[in-house]
């Protein structure tokens, strides 16, 4: 399909909702609501809210689920009280950015969600602290509702992204570019998992060791990246804005920078400009310090408006 042009003008979206600060895992776990407090603060004090476009979660979200989950694990993760329902409305809140996004009302956006979803399979439980995978229904809802041929999903998060990759790695509609370090959690992402059969390719997998910072990561989108995207060609670029690539992150071992976010992002937007019309839509996925994680979202969010 043709880049569709915006029926605004450039805007950035956002996505919130009191309620993702329900879900608790147990107490002083480091996925926290807390962590969502922080953000919301931050982008208050910084003047930025009243900046962005309000957006709605999408109603019929569960409708949606089974695009990427069995019915035994939808069931089962459901069935979990209070955690279940919040996960659902992380789900809901991915597909209202998509949608608001394809549809034009918005450029790009930013859902501020949890619980987090890159690592959910179909275990029927909580894996690394994630129960629905939210990137990957939203690829498949921009493909099925909203007509979308090909996706890039770009997940920056320290940890690999095992369930999106689950999720795609015999289908060539949707390339998965993953910088993280392969020996932490959740101990997958080696750069040999290419893709098999028609998807052999649109899986690329980059381990960062130690230490690794802007240039490391830069240098890694420039090599595997950029040319695989200018081949693919994607017509909606999705980020798994996982923030827990940051200097001085509990669970993670990366130096990345709030400098180096404001250069992947732009590079993230360039890539979208110039393959289909700007469409991005960025949803939050890790990040445990939780002051670290809000000044990078500022820093993320206040690139994504200046477009």
Not at 73 to 97: M, Q
Not at 155 to 166: L, M, Q, R, V
Request: with cysteine.
């Amino acid at each position: 399909m043709e880049p569709a042009t915006p029926s605004r003008p450039a805007a950035t979206g956002f996505i919130y909702d009191d309620r993702y600060l329900q879900h608790v895992i147990y107490a002083q776990h480091p996925e926290s609501p807390e962590r969502l407090r922080a953000v919301i603060r931050r982008l208050t004090g910084a003047g930025l809210i009243d900046h962005l476009t309000a957006l709605p979660l999408l109603d019929d979200a569960a409708s949606y689920l089974p695009l990427v989950h069995t019915a035994e694990h939808i069931r089962r993760i459901r069935a979990i009280p209070l955690s279940g329902k919040i996960a659902e409305l992380s789900v809901a809140g991915a597909l209202g950015g998509v949608r608001a996004v394809c549809e034009g009302s918005v450029t790009n956006a930013f859902c501020a969600i949890r619980p987090p979803g890159h690592h959910a399979t179909d275990t029927g439980r909580e894996e690394g602290f994630c129960y629905f995978n939210n990137i990957a229904i939203a690829a498949r809802y921009a493909q099925k509702v909203h007509g979308i041929g090909r996706v890039l999903i770009i997940d920056w998060d320290f940890h690999h992204g095992n369930g999106t990759e689950s999720a795609f790695y015999d289908d060539p509609t949707v390339l998965f570019f993953s910088t993280h370090n392969q020996r932490y959690y959740p101990g997958t992402g080696s750069p040999q998992h290419r893709g098999k059969g028609p998807g052999l390719g649109f899986n690329i997998n980059v381990h960062l060791g130690c230490g690794a910072g802007d240039d490391e990561i830069f240098a890694a989108w420039r090599e595997h990246l950029f040319p695989a995207v200018d081949a693919f060609k994607p017509e909606l670029v999705l980020i798994s804005a996982g923030f827990d690539s940051r200097q001085d992150d509990p669970l993670g071992c990366f130096d990345i920078t709030d400098e180096g976010y404001t250069r992947l992002t732009r590079e993230a937007m360039r890539l979208a400009r110039e393959h289909c019309g700007g469409r991005l839509v960025s949803i939050l996925e890790g990040g445990y310090n939780t002051e670290g994680l809000a000044s990078a979202v500022e820093t993320h969010v206040r690139t994504l408006l200046d477009g």
